[in-house]
């Protein structure tokens, strides 16, 4: 497996030779473009008399030094204009820097600042729990949010015993919302920090019935690396059957076998010419060519075992040993030392956490298909996404779930730009606002989140 630095160079080698950019080397080229060349930066300045920047706070350093550029040595005529909420940067991950709006006045000396504090969206006890929580973080612009909304309902925090039960306090409460208060399905968010988080309350919906969608997103058990896992074991349960062969059509070029559709169609010619499944007239097969006879004699030495031995293990046992003996977690995050906080093997960690509740594959598989009703794939349900995702968005009731400490704050994450993060959770929330987390996650007892204490106080039931 290539590591990820020689990728990159093969990708920086590819761009070259096909003169190709990608949108950070447009960034990057026109920054020194238009340091380097004074006539087409004097162009460019003329030719824009007004500037206007919007998401300012989620510009990169090569945005800010364009802008700059852009705006020196320009005449009177001229003016330019950010518009941003340092409270709502929150993607740092990308290269943005918070720095820059921070920074401002202080890199344009002559500008002037308005603080635009009027809030249209939120009651005055959800602004009230936003302002509790931001006032920890030390590098901010100062402002206190106001609102001419009525009052509504306290903001409300639910502790779970473990995650199965914060689940369910959830679908109570939605079942509350709905025939107490009269809210809709489709009027209720679902906001977590990172994506594998959703297993729990999808699998939580569907017992209950409780129609939703991933917003912009699969829904866990139809995520690649989680769906191609149960294929291994749909095909390990019945490898000498039609679904048998379905699933070997999925799963033998992944990880990459680099069997090609030449070699697909010849075996699929001798398993109706013999009268053999797929994986019968794979093992009679004579392959010619050595790396298709390696990387097939690598995968009928992983699954024989597998097959022979199914009834003596247990599922999440054989995914383990199926990630270990595949390399299936350095393959599908392409990474020598896969981090355990990718989101793919947050994903499949999941999975192996959830199949511990089956003794055998075919529970696990009939609980698994379950997930692909109606159910969960309704857009007037409730919502289901990351807070990324819910950037820009509003509900009339959201719930921000998983408040446990090293999920929000994340264990790895800058804790000011979690704390926004949490910020932008909870600031879409219009009437209702909902704060939970339980004793446990992946079976583990885990602290709540430090965040809880900083909003608590006084203004949650």
Known sequence: MMK???????????????????????????YSLLKENQEIRKKYQDQYSHILVDEFQDTNPAQMGILKLLVSGRNGDSSFWVCGDDWQSIYAFTGASVGNILSFGEVFKNSKQFILDMNYRSTPEILAV????????????????????????????????NEEDESLQIVNEIRDLLEQKGYSYKDIAILYRANCQSRIIEEGFSKFKVPYHVENGMSFYSRHEVKTLLEYLRFIDDPVSDEGDEAFRKI?????????????????????????????????????????????????????????????????????????ALEYDRFITDDDIPSPDDEKIANINQLQLAATRYSDIKSLLNYTGSFRDETSNDKNGVSLMTIHK????????????????????????????????????????????????????????????????????????
Request: glycine share 6%; proline share 4%.
């Open 4 to 30: 990820v630095g020689h990728v990159y160079m093969a990708y920086e080698e590819s761009k070259k030779k096909n003169l190709q950019l990608d949108l950070n080397d447009l960034l990057v080229e026109t």
């Open 130 to 161: 936003c302002q509790k929580l931001i006032a920890h973080n030390t590098r901010k612009i100062e402002k206190t949010l106001r609102t001419q909304n009525t009052n509504g309902e306290s903001v409300v925090a639910l502790a779970g015993v």
């Open 252 to 324: 033998i070029n992944f990880p990459n076998r680099y069997i090609g559709r030449g070699f697909m169609t010849v075996l699929e010619e001798q398993s109706v010419s013999k009268d053999k499944h797929l994986y019968q007239a794979l093992k009679m097969m004579k392959i010619d060519v050595p790396y298709l006879r390696k990387y097939i004699k690598q995968f009928v030495e992983i699954i024989d075992p597998l097959i022979r031995d199914k009834s003596q293990l247990e599922p999440a046992e054989m995914i383990g040993i199926l990630r270990e």
């Open 390 to 461: 819910a950037k820009g968005l509003e509900f009339p009731v959201v719930f921000v779930v998983g408040l446990m400490e090293g999920l929000l704050p994340h264990k790895n994450g800058d804790l000011e730009e979690e704390r926004r993060i949490a910020f932008v959770g909870i600031s879409r929330a219009m009437k209702q606002l909902y704060l939970t987390y339980s004793a446990t996650y992946a079976g583990r007892p885990v602290k709540r989140s430090p965040f809880l204490e900083e909003m608590l106080s006084g203004s949650v039931e």
